[in-house]
């Protein structure tokens, strides 16, 4: 069976289809959470996860603008952050604000929480990997090298990503939020 005729069944509620659909991409989707993942539990909780998205995904998931192993990927990708974000329980880091040379308040409770949204907002309507690389780089704070060596993209482009993505955070928050 191809993807469409998969995607058709479970969209039927046929468990069967998702479980095919499993077999089928279980290593695609382990690839990319081990990635970033070391421990074995939380890599198979996460690639549950994943799974447990496309299902309740299944009606929403469109073939004609992307194939259902794009989407298992993406959402692969996803539930990963989400997991180290759960893992860390961190706040985003203050590198970024020394990066953007911005004063940004952080201190007062209502500034802080207009200056986080407007990071917030700029982070997740950055494409895929553009987002990822961002929330690697500054809300998990590893290197360049560490980036391009998870990603398996090379450091300039990797550079390039967070040069861009920072020029646009920067020109929002000089736009709409609160500087010190």
Request: proline residues 2%; negative net charge; aromatic residues 6%.
């Amino acid at each position: 069976m191809d993807d469409r005729e998969l995607l058709d069944l479970m969209r039927t509620g046929d468990q069967s289809a998702l479980e095919a659909v499993m077999k089928k991409y279980k290593r695609l989707v382990e690839y990319i959470v081990s990635k970033m993942i070391n421990s074995e539990s939380d890599r198979e909780e996460t690639v549950m996860d994943t799974f447990y998205k496309v299902w309740a995904a299944r009606d929403r998931i469109d073939t004609d603008k992307m194939s259902l192993k794009s989407f298992i990927s993406m959402t692969a990708s996803s539930c990963t952050v989400d997991k180290l974000r759960k893992l860390t329980s961190g706040e985003p880091v203050d590198p970024l604000e020394d990066d953007l040379e911005l004063e940004l308040d952080l201190e007062d409770s209502a500034a802080r929480s207009i200056n986080l949204g407007i990071i917030k907002d700029i982070v997740s309507s950055m494409p895929s990997p553009d987002r990822e690389v961002f929330i690697d780089r500054y809300y998990f704070e590893l290197d360049v090298k560490e980036i391009s060596r998870r990603r398996g993209v090379k450091e300039k482009k990797i550079w390039n990503i967070l040069s861009r993505g920072k020029e646009k955070l920067r020109k929002e928050l000089i736009k709409g939020g609160v500087m010190i």
